[in-house]
């Protein structure tokens, strides 16, 4: 099994030492970009497969594919950069020492479990939406344990970051969203 294959299942399996490994390794960066991009690839194909059995016209379709492809990217970068704000300064610990591609390092291989939301296509929809929900809840947890090992945190101080970071990227794309355009 490839390094990065064996660091993907520890990740999901939320092993700490897995996280601090990818924290310290700055090469890492790029496995974890992979692993957010696989996700979009697979939520995007799971979209698609989605639209076209329910006959969407193909402009709606494409752009609901587009949206749910770029999600966990957005999510990623995002998430983290909150993450790091909130965590290097407001919640910051007497141990935390961290810089912003830490961060972004550990979320991106805690977003393992969320390949699995491409599986939201298999029959019946009530088994597809339960293997989604469990994988968003899967990886809302892999997360908690990166921010952990990123941030040199406590669990609850991790929770907490978790929590103010996901809330300031809500009101972000709530708000731009909701913002009149500019013509």
Known sequence: ???????????????????EEVEADRSSLAQATLIVLCGCAAIGAARAWHGLHAGFAPERLAFQVALAAIEPLAIWIGGSAFTFMVGATFLRGP???TDF???LRTTGFAFTPAL??????????????????????????????AIRQALDFDTLRAIGTFGAAALLLWLVLWGASVAPLPF
Request: zero cysteines; charged letters at 20%; a neutral charge.
């Open 1 to 19: 099994m490839s390094a990065l294959l064996r660091r993907m299942v520890r990740a999901s399996l939320l092993d700490a030492e897995t996280f």
């Open 95 to 97: 141990e935390t020492q």
């Open 101 to 103: 591609a830490e961060v």
């Open 116 to 145: 699995l939301r491409g599986l939201v296509i298999v029959p019946p929809a009530v088994l597809g939406l339960s293997i989604d929900l469990l994988a968003r809840a899967w990886t809302f947890a892999a997360v908690v344990v």
